[in-house]
Structures are given as structure tokens and as C-alpha cells.
């Protein structure tokens, strides 16, 4: 399941930096389908990454992998982490803000939280990613 969520993050990603491309080269169509579909995508990582989580606690009375070794990178695991969680938390109604605005057509507004949402929520997506390969492809934790 990690490794869907990974998975489901990265396409979150490559979306986004297709949506940023599509608007700044005025394709607002194809911009619109990007950035719906990185909501969708980002929806599904949500669900799949709770299921997983609540699957563990209730099937098999374990917590979340915890990063042990390699200890001189913890520190480093633990701040990319942290900001990926603080971050993930916040960007959730910046993105519903984002897109109520521009479904209601209030496109100044819309690029003004824009602004803000589309890097935030590129940053959660990528580190998700980062967080995947750190803790159980780089630095496998048993």
C-alpha cells in the first residue's frame, strides 16, 4: 500500500506542474482537467493512506513504520516528515478554497490563493513521494 501512496502522490505531482504549464500557456481547459484530476488523485491518496494506517492499527495492532536507522539522517527524515504532515493539513482547505473560487468564476481571487495552494500542495505531493522512498526503499526500516 505504501508504495500505491507513493504512486498516487507522484501523479498528483506530474499533474500539477502540467496544470501550472497548461495555464501559463493560456490553455485553460486543459489546465482546469490537471488540476481536477490532482484533486481527484489527492483524494484517493487520502483514502487509501487512511485505510492503510487503520488497517495496520485494527488488523495487526501496529503503528506507522517508524525511521530508526540509518540515526545520523533521523533528524533530517524527521523534518521532511513534519513539514510533509504540518503542510498536508493545511494545504486541504487552501485546495477547496482554490477550486470553489474558480467554480464560482472569481478568477482574481482564484490566482491570488493559487499563489499559495500550488506550491504548498507540489511540496506535500513531492516530499510525500521523498517520504516513500526514504523510509522504505533507501534506508529500508525493519
Not at 488523485?41 to 488488523?59: D, E, G, P, Q
Not at 517508524?66 to 493539513?89: D, G, N
Not at 513531492?126 to 526500516?141: A, E, H, K, M, N
Request: net charge positive; glycine share 4%; charged share 10%.
Amino acid at each position: 500500500m505504501p508504495a500505491i501512496n507513493a504512486s498516487l502522490n507522484a501523479a498528483s505531482a506530474v499533474l500539477l506542474a502540467a496544470g501550472f504549464v497548461f495555464i501559463k500557456k493560456g490553455n485553460k481547459s486543459a489546465h482546469r482537467a490537471c488540476m481536477i484530476s490532482a484533486f481527484g488523485t489527492s483524494v484517493v491518496f487520502l483514502a487509501c493512506y487512511l485505510f492503510y494506517h487503520f488497517s495496520l492499527y485494527w488488523t495487526y495492532h501496529r503503528g506507522p513504520t517508524r525511521f530508526l536507522h540509518p540515526h545520523w539522517f533521523r533528524p533530517i527524515y524527521i523534518f521532511i516528515l513534519s513539514t510533509h504532515t504540518v503542510l498536508a493539513m493545511v494545504i486541504v482547505p487552501l485546495i477547496l478554497s482554490t477550486l470553489w473560487m474558480a467554480a464560482k468564476g472569481r478568477f482574481e481571487t482564484h490566482r491570488k490563493l493559487a499563489r499559495w495552494t500550488w506550491p504548498l500542495w507540489m511540496y506535500v505531493s513531492i516530499t510525500g513521494v521523498l517520504v516513500y522512498f526514504l523510509l522504505y526503499r533507501i534506508f529500508p526500516q525493519s
